[in-house]
């Protein structure tokens, strides 16, 4: 899936996020956005998921303009061709690890047991998902995150900030599982982060300023 965004801007009331954006991400590259805080990383992370409302300028998702979709229509495309990874988890307490990966494919109406078990021991997670999220590790969180976003075989992956509650060790070992997981299902990457190890992991730097977006 090809992800191209032109000239795009976006302000809360008078004030502005960023403006003149315009990058694109080719089907299974690995591209890392990065820049200062209060740029907009994350808001431009959810303008490419639909999720944000722009106020000039065009996301385009595998030749669909997502500013011409309704709101039914971009969830409908979220819940088919994209995956979301967050900095806080976003797990859900009160299900086991397996029940939160196996959520996507659930709202596709596409259960698949064996694929969530799949998906548990790509991310080193096997032989744990009858375990509840307050009995894991912040890394290992992390890892069903990643479980979750992938385990519907997403065209895009959008993960934001997903290592920054980690310590370097465990978030080089977070990396390592985004990485393979998503060349394994030759997904594209977007990753917003503040990490420049992490961003040297990645085929191309973007750097996002309140002015635009230049490769570094």
Not at 37 to 47: A, H
Not at 164 to 175: C, E, R, S
Request: glycine content about 8%; aromatic content about 4%; hydrophobic content about 45%.
């Amino acid at each position: 899936m090809s992800l191209v965004i032109t000239d795009l801007s976006k302000r809360y009331d008078e004030v502005a996020v960023f403006s003149g954006v315009s990058l694109s991400v080719a089907r299974g590259e690995f591209v890392a956005i990065v820049g200062e805080s209060g740029v907009g990383k994350s808001t431009l992370l959810n303008c490419m998921a639909g999720l944000d409302q722009w106020n000039s300028g065009s996301v385009v998702l595998d030749g669909l303009d997502l500013g011409s979709l309704d709101d039914d229509q971009k969830a409908r495309l979220r819940r088919e061709k994209t995956g979301f990874v967050f900095q806080a988890f976003h797990v859900l307490p009160h299900l086991d690890v397996a029940q939160n990966v196996a959520l996507p494919l659930l709202l596709l109406s596409q259960p698949d047991d064996a694929r969530v078990q799949t998906m548990l021991e790509a991310v080193g997670l096997g032989g744990m998902g009858q375990r509840l999220p307050q009995q894991l590790s912040g890394g290992q969180l992390q890892r069903v995150a990643i479980a979750r976003a992938l385990v519907h075989r997403p065209s895009l992956l959008l993960a934001d900030e997903p290592t920054g509650n980690l310590d370097p060790g465990t978030a080089a070992k977070v990396i390592d599982v985004l990485i393979a997981q998503t060349r394994e299902h030759s997904a594209s990457l977007v990753l917003v982060t503040h990490s420049e190890a992490a961003a040297s992991r990645a085929d191309r730097v973007l750097q996002l300023s309140n002015s635009g977006c230049v490769e570094r």
